[in-house]
């Protein structure tokens, strides 16, 4: 299963990485072409990426100069389409009795698939009698810690629990850009986990959501209520980004971000909507 931007590309592993943001690798869907997907947090004290889409649209079709193919900001409506896609895929995956553990945006697909690469899944429970695993502690840490759940950080093993709070953070990095532990810096690997963890326990929900529609807050003080053996409510977490959705009055047509390139007619969302994280989108060669 695989999550797509906006039915149009792939978006694959990170291939790079700096004080501008990140590279991942992505495929056209269509054209199977590859391309380089940029994403650059607008925190970021020397924005390079609104410079750059300007310069490669004066030299477009030159030889040896990437093809731009979209550049822009995530928008609250595309955030919300694809929360809704993402829940339904991990409800679908924990319907299976099987937990990712390594939910983060490298495995996702953005638009009308899923979820890709299961290398760390693991099942929660038997097939059969659904008897659900032990509770454990002293576990090593399995996942990408900047998406890891608080429990994951503290040695618990996972559940479903975690795997719905690891999209939480996921959420909040499409809407902000960046995440408070993302970018520390450490000597090594148990050092930088270490740290990470102390900023996630630190840093308050409210303060990690905030200038955010509330809905988002919500569903991350929902994620870290469950109990190790609970089965999250999937319906309830969609409801709430719905009903947000309903109330901004977007239409669930899965017109995202990106696809308006192709659809000039079409109104981008208000400023007071946009997502604070900045995409350009260039073939790669």
Not at 31 to 52: C, G, M, R, W
Not at 120 to 148: C, F, M, Q, V
Not at 225 to 237: E, G, I, T
Request: with cysteine; proline share 4%.
């Amino acid at each position: 299963m695989e999550l797509r931007i906006g039915n149009k590309f792939r978006l694959g592993r990170k291939i790079g990485s700096g004080a501008f943001g990140e590279i991942y690798l992505g495929t056209d869907v269509q054209s199977n072409e590859d391309v380089a997907i940029k994403f650059e947090s607008v925190k970021t004290v020397h924005p390079q990426l609104a410079y750059e889409s300007r310069i490669y649209r004066v030299l477009q079709s030159g030889n040896g100069i990437p093809n731009m193919k979209w550049y822009g900001k995530f928008s609250l409506k595309t955030v919300l389409m694809l929360a809704d896609q993402m829940i339904n895929r991990l409800e679908f995956i924990h319907s299976k009795s099987f937990l990712h553990r390594d939910i983060k945006p490298d495995n996702f697909l953005m638009s009308k698939a899923g979820k890709s690469d299961f290398g760390l899944a693991r099942k929660y429970r038997d097939s059969s009698s659904y008897r659900h695993i032990p509770y454990r502690e002293n576990k090593s840490l399995t996942g990408t810690p900047a998406y890891a759940s608080l429990n994951t950080h503290l040695g618990i093993e996972q559940s479903r629990r975690d795997d719905v709070e690891s999209l939480g953070y996921i959420l909040m990095y499409f809407l902000k850009g960046s995440l408070p532990w993302k970018g520390l810096k450490a000597g090594n690997k148990k050092q930088k986990y270490d740290k990470i963890s102390e900023k996630k326990v630190s840093t308050s929900i409210e303060t990690l959501c905030e200038g955010h529609p509330i809905e988002f807050a919500t569903y991350i003080h929902y994620c870290r209520s469950l109990r190790f053996d609970d089965k999250p409510d999937y319906a309830y977490l969609k409801r709430l980004f719905r009903d947000l959705f309903i109330r901004e009055g977007f239409q669930f047509d899965f017109v995202f971000d990106w696809t308006v390139l192709k659809l000039p007619a079409i109104t981008m969302p208000k400023p007071s909507t946009l997502c604070k994280c900045t995409l350009l989108i260039l073939s790669t060669f």
